[in-house]
């Protein structure tokens, strides 16, 4: 066989080789990039959940971008409810659980207006709406909330008086842009005086998936990839010089193996 040929088929192997170690080494990165963003969120929740409220101006103004270090505060708002401005969020499970999410505005003392998660109502037992949705009225309350991100506007459709998700834009487009927040919501804590709500979601899962195992195993994915390369090279490498191919696994010994540790045995 030409060695010029031979020294291609290996060269070839090589540059595949590379090239899925490289791929392999990229998406590991991006991999360990998404468990430390996911670490950092976590953070940022664990630090906000409870810190004392404070007012939301303090932190955020209607016409400021959201930051991410302000996921989960604790604000204080007054003012009162606008129940002409109700919708049930669609598709939100709880526990296993089919359910929404009451999304209601509030106008504060200021005539600035924020939208207000009223909690979680499962699913009624006849129909695709919660058998019971909490009446809110028009009477001067304080409320404490933990301040959350609007989410991005989705393409689907929902019914009238219906959200497809927390896409505050969305929510808000029969409202005044100057006077409404839509970067943000606020998940109700408490309210005083007191209203019928539905349940409270509590502290978000604070888990950090399996980016970091995912980051390991491409790393080993391009390692075997290299190894691949080298075990096939050297079989090549046998095989041009008249010599049996090596098993793969070392679990499988050569029969003189075998028979010489009967003999010891």
């Not at 927040?181 to 978000?204: D, F, K």
Request: aromatic residues 10%; glycine residues 6%; contains cysteine.
């Amino acid at each position: 066989m030409n060695r010029n040929s031979v020294f291609v088929r290996w060269g070839s192997w090589i540059l595949i080789g590379l090239l899925f170690g490289v791929a392999c080494w990229f998406l590991a990165q991006w991999q360990f990039s998404r468990a430390s963003e996911v670490h950092q969120r976590n953070q940022i929740v664990i630090q906000n959940f409870n810190r004392q409220p404070v007012p939301l101006q303090t932190l955020l103004q209607v016409d400021k971008p959201w930051q991410a270090e302000l996921e989960y505060r604790q604000v204080t708002l007054s003012g009162h409810y606008i129940p002409a401005q109700s919708y049930l969020v669609r598709n939100r499970p709880f526990q296993g659980n089919p359910g929404f999410l009451q999304l209601v505005a509030f106008e504060m003392n200021n005539g600035q207006i924020l939208f207000v998660e009223r909690g979680w109502l499962p699913t009624g037992s006849k129909q695709d709406t919660p058998d019971y949705i909490p009446a809110v009225d028009s009477e001067p309350r304080t409320i404490i909330l933990h301040l959350r991100r609007s989410e991005d506007k989705s393409s689907n459709q929902a019914p009238k008086g219906q959200l497809v998700n927390l896409n505050i834009p969305t929510a808000a487009r029969n409202l005044p842009e100057s006077k409404t927040y839509r970067q943000a919501y606020g998940r109700m804590v408490s309210e005083s005086p007191g209203l019928a709500s539905g349940i409270n979601l509590g502290e978000p899962d604070l888990s950090e998936g399996n980016h970091f195992s995912y980051a390991l195993q491409w790393i080993v994915f391009g390692l075997m990839a290299f190894a691949a390369v080298a075990w096939n090279i050297n079989q090549d490498r046998r095989s041009r010089s008249g010599l049996a191919p090596k098993k793969f696994t070392a679990l499988n010994r050569d029969k003189d193996a075998e028979e010489e540790d009967k003999i010891i045995g």
